[in-house]
């Protein structure tokens, strides 16, 4: 192969790999987890704009959540616990880019019991504006509760989240992002 040939061929093939970069195709799930299945079409497009699906409903008009599972570290009870304030809240979160402006950003630190219910929040961070928001986010920490059992976790049984709020009042926890 002569010297432009070599050169042509590698830019053909750096090429290549750029514009695979650029792909938005499925990628390959982390290590120790699996893929779900694809959900019906159906399914996905019950859900308009990024909102979450919404689970089945108690009789006391609550969202019905599965019991938590145990955790073992600090960072497995704040993913739990971001993934139960979705679920238990599906009509006040949203899912998908966080928008550049956000309208409030109170941020939260929950206190558990051993069984991993509510024992104290305090808040660490009022927002300047929607001062509403921190109640909002209070009211829906109580709801998601409880966040699982946390004997075998060293003490303080705490941890901090950041309710990232949209204009239509909607949280993210900061976890999720």
Known sequence: MNKRG???LWSCLGLGLVLAG???GPSAPPA???AAPAAPAAAATAEPHGKAPAPPVAKNGTAALAP???VRTHDELRKQAALRLVEANPDRTYMGE???VLLAIPVLEIELRQDGSVK???VLRKPGQA???VQLAIDAVHRAAPFGNVARLPQPWKFNEVFLFND???FKPRTLD
């Open 6 to 8: 070599g050169r042509g």
């Open 22 to 24: 650029c792909s938005s």
């Open 32 to 34: 120790g987890e699996t």
């Open 68 to 70: 938590p599972k145990p």
């Open 98 to 100: 966080v928008p550049a």
């Open 120 to 122: 104290n929040i305090h």
């Open 131 to 133: 001062l509403d928001t």
């Open 168 to 170: 239509q009042r909607r």
